[in-house]
């Protein structure tokens, strides 16, 4: 129970740092839109962040916590997932062509500690949503599997541009943030899901 009421307080914290670093985004977006055009012959890529989801999975007690947006994606209700809900829960959220890759997938992140890439379809609320979940799994000191973090995002073509990384990007803002309020064990789980990056993932 002290394990449960742990990983909500730290999934509360993740997900305000979250918001902070969407907010912050914002408003440097609202700058650049106001400030001076200044002209250049340089070829420039914009990057372009998305909203991310952040979830954990008590892997010993099967509890899937996530934020709003990981709810949102799969349908659920904050509260659930601010009480802990079954992966079996998560996966019937899929598409039925979806779910045995996904629950493999999961499998051998947590048997071999690697992480994973996963892409797969919800229907919340009847409309498809095609999502892309990322992370690996923590081992405690005893080598046992622990905590799998990592974070979702929609894939839309909007949101994708050549050269931009915007997982990355989003991670490494929300990571500083922690650091500078010296939340040490969300920085921790920050970065693990910064670490569960693929370095050149392809999107469409």
Known sequence: ??????TKVLTSEI??????????ISVSRKLLQDGPKVPSTRE??????????FFTWF?????YHGDSLFAALHGMEVEDLAAGVAVEDLLGRMGKSDQPQVAHGL???I???ERCYLEYSTYPG?????????GCCLRNELGLASFFCGIVVEKKAALVLDGSEPFK??????????RERGNLLAARYLKSALNSVPEKAEHV
């Open 1 to 6: 129970m002290e394990q449960m009421e742990r």
């Open 15 to 24: 997900a305000g740092l979250l918001s902070d670093v969407r907010e912050n």
């Open 44 to 53: 420039t890529v914009r990057l372009v962040i998305p909203e991310i989801g």
């Open 59 to 63: 892997v010993a007690g099967n509890l």
């Open 107 to 109: 499998f051998q992140a």
């Open 111 to 113: 048997k071999t500690g």
């Open 126 to 134: 009847g409309t498809q949503r095609k999502v892309v979940l990322t």
């Open 169 to 178: 990007a989003y991670c490494d803002a929300a990571l500083s943030l922690a």
